[in-house]
T-cell receptor, first 110, second 114 residues
Framework: TQLLEQSPQFLSIQEGENLTVYCNSS?????LQWYRQEPGEGPVLLVT???GGEVKKLKRLTFQFGDARKDSSLHITAAQPGDTGLYLC??????????WGAGTKLIIKP | ETGVTQSPTHLIKTRGQQVTLRCSSQ?????VSWYQQALGQGPQFIFQ???????GRGNFPPRFSGLQFPNYSSELNVNALELDDSALYLC?????????????FGPGTRLTVT
């Protein structure tokens, strides 16, 4: 059972457009991590947010953790073909476990 | 600095067989977590090893077992393979328990059970 719901599941847009990916839960998490995974590879950590309301920026990517620490969003400005990949969110639930969303498959067309 | 490595990269087994997957953690990391990722899904936590002891376990049956060695490398063993065990198996290492420390993933082992 997935406790983290990601939306949309799939997104295909043109280069230069903006997009937002959402990660929602009814549970509170101690931290929220975003990863990007490319075919044939393991996920690569992009960012960790730990404080409710926290906003972090990584070049054209903006990550936000909800005030109640139950949800998060990833906003990409002026998407580029190199942003193509599977974006996964994972919530810290205990001392050892991360709860993962099913991912958003993003395709940026040149 | 060597990253996380996994072997083999691909494996085909028959239902009922047993399989062992291997993971070498990143230098300086003492914690290894194993995940199963089915096609089109996010990773599902199998278990975590911290300093050679199992530190936590997800909702997987006992036929999924593991080991961590003194050099912090790890093995995942799956007995009595079932068709639904076909998936990408990922290992991740960290310098502490996974909920609190950043994890670094290997490329995974693609297991196909026929």
């Amino acid at each position: 059972t997935q406790l983290l719901e990601q939306s949309p599941q799939f997104l295909s847009i043109q280069e230069g457009e903006n997009l937002t990916v959402y990660c929602n839960s009814s549970s509170v998490f101690s931290s929220l991590q975003w990863y990007r995974q490319e075919p044939g590879e393991g996920p690569v950590l992009l960012v960790t947010v730990v404080t409710g309301g926290e906003v972090k920026k990584l070049k054209r990517l903006t990550f936000q953790f909800g005030d109640a620490r139950k949800d998060s969003s990833l906003h990409i400005t002026a998407a580029q073909p190199g942003d193509t990949g599977l974006y996964l969110c994972a919530g810290g639930k205990s001392n050892y476990q991360l709860i993962w969303g099913a991912g958003t498959k993003l395709i940026i067309k040149p | 600095e060597t990253g996380v490595t996994q072997s083999p990269t691909h494996l085909i087994k028959t239902r009922g067989q047993q399989v062992t997957l291997r993971c070498s953690s990143q230098s300086g990391h003492n914690t290894v977590s194993w995940y199963q990722q089915a096609l089109g899904q996010g990773p599902q936590f199998i278990f975590q090893y911290y300093r050679e002891e199992e530190n936590g376990r997800g909702n997987f049956p006992p036929r999924f077992s593991g080991l961590q060695f003194p050099n912090y490398s790890s093995e995942l063993n799956v007995n009595a393979l079932e068709l639904d065990d076909s998936a990408l198996y990922l290992c991740a290492s960290s310098s502490g328990i996974a909920g609190s420390y950043e994890q670094y993933f290997g490329p995974g082992t693609r297991l196909t059970v026929t």
